[in-house]
């Protein structure tokens, strides 16, 4: 990608650990455990570095990290006016750190920027986050060229560093979240957002409805599909070029979109009846069938190695999850109660399913762990939560929700938290999936 090509990306930093016992332990968070605990972390005042003036974009990666913490419910920002005398520091790295304040203002990670113009039409950023209670470096990382126009990536890459750090999983700030939008003139086309709602991009600019997206494991490709008055076909983006090819498939109506193991298209396609295939590469005929039966069958979706597919059958009756083992064929049912379960997201590992029940108060989305059988709500309005999707890390949850009256999407994580609503724009939001960023 361009703009990771202006930037100059290195660790500079080096981990120094206190040398009590006690010390030695790093602060992590078990992101997939129950009851994760919130650590407190506050942001002190840019510094200029070499007696360098601090510039005028400073206080804008401030805000933007901030933003990208606000997404994390593991993380408490304090306000500099909580912090014992305040958030200025004398230096950016750990001699330049009165710890014992920030302790006892019971903040438990401080971090530091430090900044200086470096020629290359924008700035050095050094930033840095340390345990307050060890002094630990927990991440740093140096920037070169940071300026306007890339410093939200910056802020970003920071991120996923510091939550790698944290949690031992990085996915979530280099992903990219594709949805469906209904614009002005009433088609729904393709957009896609980063997801702390920024980079809004319209993919599409077609008559009629675009929906369904699935990225391909690289995050080049993604495939959708296209409904109008005259037909229904199959769209493929290519981020790369920016360039969309359509087919007409071998049915009618597309009842769902993904990729396969070896990066062929998947649909849920109308022929006679609703099925599932595997397509051929041109896109233009059947390469196999993965799931056949007399019932209606959509929604496909997969593990991160292909070895499950999950999706949505009215084969008992009613719309319910099940899944099939991509080696042995065999088919198992997922979901036992309600009478409307659909658009079922696996986890990246295969425990766990989430999905969109109906009840009596409207849709609400559940977890479904594969290993015990067990079932828990995670939303509860109000409105209607509908379309679950799980994030790469397999921790958070996007879906789309009216509770607001108009639908948007929204961001939870596995344990419930509480839904953060996802910034896209003007137009009814539906049909999140997240993918990775292509080039990275």
Known sequence: MRILQTLALAVVLAVCLSATAWASEALTIDIYGPGQSRVNLAQAAPKGLDAAPVPALAPTFGQLVSQNFSFLPFIREVAPTDVLGGVQLAGVSRSGIDFKRFQLSKVDLVMTTGWKPNGQGGSRLECRVYETFTSRLVVGKAYSGVNEKNISRVADLFCAAFMEALTGRDEYFRSIIAFSKTGKDGNRQIWTVTPQGREL?????????????????????????????????????????????????????????????DDRVVVALTRGNMEIYELTRDLRRIH??????????????????????????????????????????????????????????????????????????GHRIFLHDMQSGKERQLTFGPGSDEEPAFSPDGYFICFASNRSGEYKLYLTTRHGAQPKLLPTGDGAATHPVFGPRYGE
């Open 201 to 261: 991009r319209q993919v599409t600019y077609l008559h009629g409805a675009s929906i369904s997206p699935a990225w391909s494991h690289t995050g080049r490709y993604l495939a959708f599909a296209h409904h109008s008055d005259h037909d229904h076909t199959l769209g493929i983006w290519d981020s790369k070029e920016n360039r969309i090819f359509r087919s007409k498939l071998p049915g009618t109506t597309i009842g769902g979109t993904a990729f396969s193991k």
């Open 288 to 361: 196999k069938t993965l799931v056949q039966n007399w019932s209606i069958d959509v929604s496909p979706c997969f593990t991160k190695d292909y070895s499950t597919m999950a999706f949505t059958s009215d084969r008992r009756g009613n719309p319910h999850i099940f899944v099939k083992d991509m080696e042995s064929g065999k088919v198992t049912r997922v979901t036992y109660d309600g009478k409307y379960n659909t658009s079922p997201s696996i986890s990246p590992d295969g425990k766990l399913i989430v999905f969109s029940r109906r009840t009596p108060e």
